[in-house]
């Protein structure tokens, strides 16, 4: 049996002239975005509605409730959990709805029913929000800790003015989806 035989060193190729050209292309994608990008818009009169006031003021308040519950040993008590839970929840759709208006995305996504998603989201908010008001102030005493009263029950009484928000807001949603579903 012979060895193979040694590699030899590969062979210089002469140099290529250079080409001036040059060739680019884009993917549909980056395309696509690019596209969708430039054309998103932003709605700053909706924040004159009343519907836009009444989202603001649930986000501000709502965040109030669930800051002065979670300044406090809230977990103690699973009564103040429950209303943490919906406040938070709450707050972040709250908030995710408000850039969905503001930026008018519900105009570039027509498959969604945005009437009756808007009905359902306020209207489960308010009944949501309410139990949780009800929940908070009924829980308030100053037999369970005395130094966190006066948290809860600030958290309580803004409780009932986020639900009086989210009302008037189903109540706006509810004239909406009417008028839409009439057509």
């Known amino acids: 049996m012979e060895p193979p035989p040694p590699p030899q060193p ?9 080409s001036h050209t040059v060739t680019t292309t884009s993917s549909s994608f980056t395309a696509n ?11 700053r009169e909706f924040l004159r509605t009343l519907p836009g006031l009444l989202m603001v003021a649930e986000i501000v308040l709502g ?5 002065l519950i979670a300044g406090t040993e809230y977990f103690l008590y699973p009564a103040f959990g ?3 839970f919906v ?8 908030v995710f709805f408000l850039i969905i208006y503001m930026t008018m995305t519900y105009t570039r996504i027509p ?7 808007g009905l359902c989201f306020n209207g489960s908010a308010f009944i949501l929000y309410l139990i ?10 100053k037999e369970l800790d005395s130094h966190n009263y006066n948290s809860w029950a600030a958290s309580s009484f803004f409780a009932f003015v986020v639900t009086s928000c989210y009302a008037g807001n189903t109540y706006f949603s509810f004239i909406s989806w009417r008028s839409r579903t009439l057509q």
Do not use: C, G
């Open 82 to 84: 429950w209303v943490m």
């Open 87 to 94: 406040a938070v929840f709450y707050w972040v759709l709250t």
């Open 33 to 43: 975005l690019s596209a969708s990008s430039s054309t998103l818009a932003y709605d």
């Open 132 to 141: 949780a008001a009800i929940v908070d102030a009924s829980s308030v005493t």
């Open 111 to 117: 498959q969604v029913p945005w009437t009756t998603v």
């Open 10 to 18: 590969p062979q210089e190729q002469p140099p290529r002239p250079r």
């Open 63 to 67: 965040l109030l409730v669930w800051t």
